[in-house]
């Protein structure tokens, strides 16, 4: 059987063999790439790999050799910026149309909705019946809650990098709408799709009511899987948020928390992973007119807020981190913390409950699906930052019933993120679809 992904990321496999930086977004398609090439005698299994890129790479093809393995992966570069995701290229179509007439897939499928190269593949396809597209967020839907409760003063502001960048707070709103579309039309031409939660099954279903709805749960990178957090070896009332560089992932949530949290415990201090939309501020000096320069609005009032709440000391932007520098702030922190105004399930919320840190998570999409609230620690509703400030300093006060949710987690995440359970699954779902 050969079987296309279309990714929105390049491969660290590929990326190894390119000499180039490999992405530390999306690691569960490299666990789950290295463990369908691994049992390649079994499943039979063809694998084919496209990806975005620009310039000469967007026409690279090549079959690797897979590592630790006898297999190989034919690998395609296609054209994407990926950065104006909201634009969709009809040389994206065509090159993809290219790469599927040389491959000739029994199944195509997509991994996530966010870019146009989705709708693009499926189009280039044409065959809804061996079309699957696998759902990660949903840009349609995340559109309505991208605001999350941000003042007016902040939503219309313009600075001075939204005014050369033509990109404020209403702009990417806009484009976010855009994507949602493309979104959209990709999931009413495809067959297939697979899920992992009641939300993204409620909202695909109104989209395309004949398409096969195929649950199936992620697999998380692999060094997730190994290693416990311990009380005696973390950082006292140290917060840790995965991300922080945009609206959705409520930043602004958890420094308009920290006063609460801080009457009780002012040694408390906040860790943010990601690209920091104010870190380069923070080099320059929190004044300083260079870092002023390159904040957006929203980065200008994460800066008010930390000013506001006392806590420009006390909050430490980390910039990217790949997993292992990942799995390691998880371990030192007190606690995890994922405040957005929505997701689907959010893979940092799984990667904590492995390695069972303490967490807090906002009630929102289908996080509740993944993590189970007063079971697994404790979900808040979504903006209420007096219940967030709570469920933190519950988290610090520690005791029997912490340890009896972060035993809890870890389980629930084990069988949620079973990686050989997940490839069995996704196997099967294969062979559906292709009548084998």
């Known amino acids: 059987m050969r079987v296309l992904w279309v990714c929105n990321i390049m491969l660290p496999a590929v990326a190894e063999y390119l000499q180039l930086e490999a992405s530390n977004k999306e690691g569960w398609l490299t666990g789950l790439s290295t463990t369908i090439l691994k049992y390649q005698s079994e499943n039979g299994i063809e694998l084919g790999v496209c990806f975005p890129a ?12 897979a590592s630790g393995t006898d297999a190989r992966i034919h690998a395609f570069g296609f054209y994407e910026d990926v950065h104006r995701a909201e634009v969709y290229e009809e040389r994206t179509e065509k090159r993809l149309g290219e ?14 909705t966010e870019f146009p190269h989705t709708l693009a593949a499926v189009k280039a396809f044409g065959r809804r019946e061996r079309t699957l597209i696998g759902i990660q967020g949903l840009c349609s839907i995340y559109a309505g809650h991208f605001r999350a409760d941000l003042p ?16 404020d707070l209403r702009r990417q709103h806009e484009k976010y709408v855009q994507r949602g579309v493309y979104e959209i039309e990709a999931v009413q031409l495809s067959g297939h799709i697979t899920g992992r939660t009641g939300w993204d099954k409620k ?23 190994e290693g416990s957090w311990r009380e005696e070896t973390c950082r006292k009332y140290s917060i840790f948020l995965s991300q922080g560089d945009y609206p959705i992932k409520g930043l602004h ?43 957006e609005s929203y980065g200008k009032y994460i800066l008010q807020l930390m000013r506001e709440t006392g806590t420009v000391e006390k909050v430490h932007f980390l910039g990217r981190l790949d997993a292992e520098q990942m799995k390691r702030q998880y371990l030192s922190s007190n606690v995890f913390v994922c405040p957005s105004s929505i997701e689907n399930s959010p893979n940092s919320v799984g990667e904590a409950m492995l390695l069972g840190v303490p967490t807090v998570c906002a009630d929102v999409g289908g996080a509740a699906d993944i993590f189970a609230d007063g079971v697994d620690g404790l979900l808040y509703p979504a903006g209420d930052v007096i219940k967030l400030a709570e469920a933190v300093k519950t988290m610090f006060a520690g005791g029997s019933q912490v ?21 069995e699954r996704l196997m099967e779902i294969y062979r559906e679809i292709a009548g084998r």
């Open 54 to 65: 620009l310039g000469e790479l967007a026409e690279f093809e090549r079959i690797l050799p």
């Open 99 to 112: 790469i599927i007439g040389k491959f000739e897939p029994d199944v195509l499928h997509c991994f996530g």
């Open 152 to 167: 007016d003063h902040v939503w219309k502001r313009r600075t001075f990098r939204d005014l050369v960048k033509q990109d």
């Open 203 to 225: 909202y695909t279903a109104q989209w395309n009511p004949r398409a096969e709805y195929h649950f199936m749960n992620e697999t998380l990178r692999s060094n997730f899987y």
């Open 253 to 295: 949530y958890m420094l308009q928390a920290m006063p609460e949290i801080l009457k009780y415990y002012p040694e408390a201090k906040v860790y943010v992973a990601g690209n920091s939309i104010v870190k380069s501020a923070a080099r320059s000096g929190i004044e300083g007119l260079k870092g002023r320069l390159k904040l």
């Open 403 to 423: 340890d009896a949710w972060r035993e809890a987690e870890r389980r629930h995440a084990a069988a949620t993120h079973d990686a050989r359970k997940n490839y």
